[in-house]
């Protein structure tokens, strides 16, 4: 076996341990001998009704979302060769949000179940066009800071207008649209697990398809052109379910920073750049690494709850910074 | 036979005053190595580009082995003809094996899996650019001269019958630019590879290339055998720089071609 195989097998023992331990942490600690009855449908009722009825949505949703993100960031840093990007930083996060938020405030996601997810993904392809646009309109095409900028403030730009239509909104939307900003799982239910896996999945499947030109982007265009690949046609297709998984994600769960960030670097420092690994095990890593962020953003400050995306970015910002640093030095 | 037609090429770049390129006709025959010479800002880059289907010409018509360049699929073409770019961005760290099978790509597409003869041709290119002892190390450990090298067998890798470099010994020392000069010639003359290269050296140039192009401002200046195109008349007016041409004896692969002499400023060898 590979080490790269023998990496993923473990990787995907720590999802399977991950979703476990989502599944017993809690207000109430369950041990870990009756989740496992209550997920076969045995044991005591209480019990079966707090995890699969209460925690299962949640976690699945987080996983779903992790994989998600995590996948989108590894496909940014390629497409952009630049080891910073991801769906929050880039404002993709932002925009989907806002895209979301429309939906719900003119009350469109009553009329359609489709609704929410168009909007969002809607919303994040307006964001990823209008960051490459600026960075264009700079004149420096894919600079590291004139991007990282560009995304910046109109990340900023978009929480405004998500703050200026929750104005017009009733105190419970209000309350909901901050959770869309920070990010959350509280409203995980079956049927946005069902959302989020119906458009999110095929998505990361054909993302994973593509990883070996995507090797090949991510060592240039100009390069890649001459090595076989039809660069505008593979952009586009990336850039489409990139914005697909996003915006998904984001209407699930609202915007939640840093997975894109974190969880892609921390497996090229253990298994290298080669996405035809990278991709799957940023979908397990990710998937687990939302889990336990959750499960601690809903038990620290228990009985009160944290959004799960201030976990992640009390996580991601030092790993931000530190890649900054270490990208300047040109290391 | 002409490998690549070009007849009356013009190109301009979106939103430029002027145009890149203007009227290019020019023919580059199989089994040589054929060179772009010309100051920065020639178009010798923008040539290249246009040649290898990289952009659409505004005018005029571009052709490959007798089929127009833009009718040849991207995988198609990349098993034709290899590039090797002067430079590439690094942002992730990758080991040297794995950059020198992403020439394989064009054989194998996007789902098939290396099989013993991809992997053979791997093999049979890092030997020829003599990285074989590179393969289990880090791009970024490199020195200049090594990257280059891996870029070329990537490209050989390839297994392409034409070979295209740009500036492939802009940064390079001597040792490393006379190697990758070397190459060129055991490719063309022991392989039968056509080279197309684009090089400041218009003395290694003279040497190794069997044709030369000089461009000038984006039109054709010389075209022809190295003895037509470096005369100390074209070079001087073209780099507007007082040059002495020489042919001197004893250069081993070459013998007895062009080689220029920049003078001072004011006409004479010696600045002293």
């Known amino acids: 076996m590979t080490r790269h195989a023998v990496l993923l097998v473990g990787l995907v023992a720590a999802f399977a341990v991950s979703l476990v331990v989502g599944l017993a942490v809690g207000a109430v600690g369950i041990p870990i001998g009756e989740v496992l009855e209550a997920l076969t449908g045995s044991g005591d009722p209480r019990t079966r009704t707090i995890v699969v009825g209460l925690r299962l949505p949640r976690v699945l949703l987080a996983a779903e979302v992790g994989a998600g993100l995590a996948i989108s960031g590894a496909v940014f840093q390629a497409l952009l060769r630049n080891p910073l990007a991801e769906p929050y930083v880039l404002g993709v996060s932002s925009g989907a949000a806002v895209g979301a938020v429309t939906a719900i405030v003119f009350g469109m996601t009553t009329t359609s179940m489709l609704a929410l997810p168009i909007a969002a993904f809607s919303g994040a392809v307006v964001a990823i066009t209008l960051v490459l646009g600026m960075a264009a309109a700079a004149g420096r095409g894919l600079d590291t800071h004139v991007l990282l900028l560009a995304g910046v403030v109109i990340g900023a730009f978009f929480n405004a207008i998500i703050l200026l239509l929750v104005n017009f909104a009733d105190l419970e939307t209000f309350r909901a649209a901050m959770l869309w900003i920070m990010g959350s799982f509280s409203g995980a239910t079956s049927e946005s697990v069902t959302t989020v896996a119906v458009w999110v999945l095929p998505a990361l499947l054909a993302l994973t398809l593509l990883a070996r030109p995507l090797n090949l982007m991510s060592v240039g265009e100009q390069s890649a052109f001459h090595l076989g690949v039809d660069v505008g046609k593979l952009k586009l297709m990336l850039y489409v379910g990139t914005s697909l998984v996003v915006g998904v994600c984001v209407a699930g769960s609202g915007a939640i920073g840093f997975v894109g960030l974190v969880v892609p670097h921390a497996l090229r420092l253990v298994g290298g750049s080669d996405h035809r690994w990278l991709l799957p095990a940023c979908a397990l890593t990710g998937g687990a690494f939302l889990v336990l962020a959750d499960t601690i953003a809903r038990t620290v400050v228990a009985p009160a709850e944290l959004p799960v995306g201030v976990v992640t970015a009390l996580a991601g910002v030092p790993v931000f910074l530190w890649l900054l640093i270490r990208y300047q030095e040109g290391t | ?272």
């Open chain 2, 1 to 272: 036979m002409s490998l690549f037609e070009l007849r009356n090429v013009s190109y301009r770049y979106p939103g430029a005053g002027q145009s890149a390129l203007e009227g290019i006709t020019l023919d580059v025959e199989a089994g040589s190595v054929f060179a772009m010479l010309g100051p920065n800002g020639s178009g010798k880059s923008t040539l290249l580009r246009v040649l290898l289907g990289e952009l659409e010409t505004s005018d005029g018509s571009v052709t490959f082995s007798g089929r127009p360049s833009d009718s040849w699929g991207r995988r198609e073409i990349a098993m034709e003809v290899a590039f090797v770019p002067q430079a590439e961005p690094m942002a992730f760290p990758m080991n040297v094996r794995s950059l020198v099978e992403m020439g394989r790509y064009p054989h194998i597409g996007v789902l098939g899996r290396m099989g013993p003869e991809d992997r053979a041709a791997v093999d049979g290119a890092m030997e020829r650019a003599g990285i074989m002892d590179l393969g289990g190390r880090s791009i970024r450990n490199l020195s200049g001269g090594e990257r280059q090298r891996v870029r070329i067998a990537r490209a050989l890798a390839q297994e392409p019958k034409i070979l295209v470099l740009d500036e492939p010994t802009a940064a390079l020392d001597l040792h490393f630019e006379m190697e990758t000069f070397e190459l060129m010639r055991e490719l063309t003359e022991e392989h039968s590879f056509t080279v197309v290269v684009a090089t400041h050296n218009l003395n290694l140039a003279a040497r190794y290339a069997s044709r030369l192009l000089l461009l000038s401002k984006g039109h054709i200046e010389a075209l022809g055998s190295p003895d037509d195109v470096i005369t100390a008349d074209t070079i001087g007016r073209v780099y507007r720089w007082p040059v002495l041409v020489t042919a001197p004896e004893g250069l081993g692969p070459g013998a007895g071609a062009p080689q220029v002499v920049p003078l001072s400023h004011d006409g004479s060898t010696s600045s002293g």
